[in-house]
């Protein structure tokens, strides 16, 4: 079976610019986000990120573009149904 969405899963240093770095990435090869969701966890020196993207050709590479980013600590890769996160979210905001 073919996923349509992916979740990447990232923990990352927590400081100015971090988001900007990530989407960046995403930006200059021209590779959509759906959704991204970030927190601090821990003491806060670091973030926990979730990115929701299509599945694509180029998904593997992103990975690894991702994990030579300095401040990206651990990049994983998830089916969409591992992770429904976003789709709890786009629930409750439907309640709205």
Same mark, same amino acid.
Do not use: W
């Given at each position: 079976?073919?996923?349509?969405? =992916?979740?990447? %899963?990232?923990?990352?240093?927590?400081?100015?610019?971090?988001?900007?770095?990530?989407?960046?990435? !995403?930006?200059?090869?021209?590779?959509?986000?759906?959704?991204?969701?970030?927190?601090?966890?821990?003491?806060?020196?670091?973030?926990?990120? =979730?990115?929701?993207?299509?599945?694509?050709?180029?998904?593997?590479?992103?990975? %690894?573009?991702?994990? %030579?980013? =300095?401040?990206?600590?651990?990049?994983?890769?998830?089916?969409?149904?591992? =992770?429904?996160? !976003?789709? %709890?979210?786009?629930?409750?905001?439907?309640?709205?």
């Amino acid at each position: 079976m073919i996923t349509e969405n =992916y979740v990447i %899963k990232l923990i990352v240093n927590n400081h100015p610019g971090v988001m900007s770095h990530i989407v960046g990435l !995403f930006s200059r090869r021209a590779f959509n986000l759906e959704g991204i969701i970030c927190s601090e966890i821990g003491d806060s020196n670091t973030s926990q990120m =979730y990115l929701l993207i299509k599945n694509d050709e180029r998904t593997e590479q992103i990975i %690894k573009q991702l994990e %030579k980013l =300095y401040d990206v600590l651990d990049v994983s890769l998830h089916a969409e149904d591992q =992770y429904p996160i !976003f789709n %709890k979210l786009d629930n409750e905001l439907g309640k709205l």
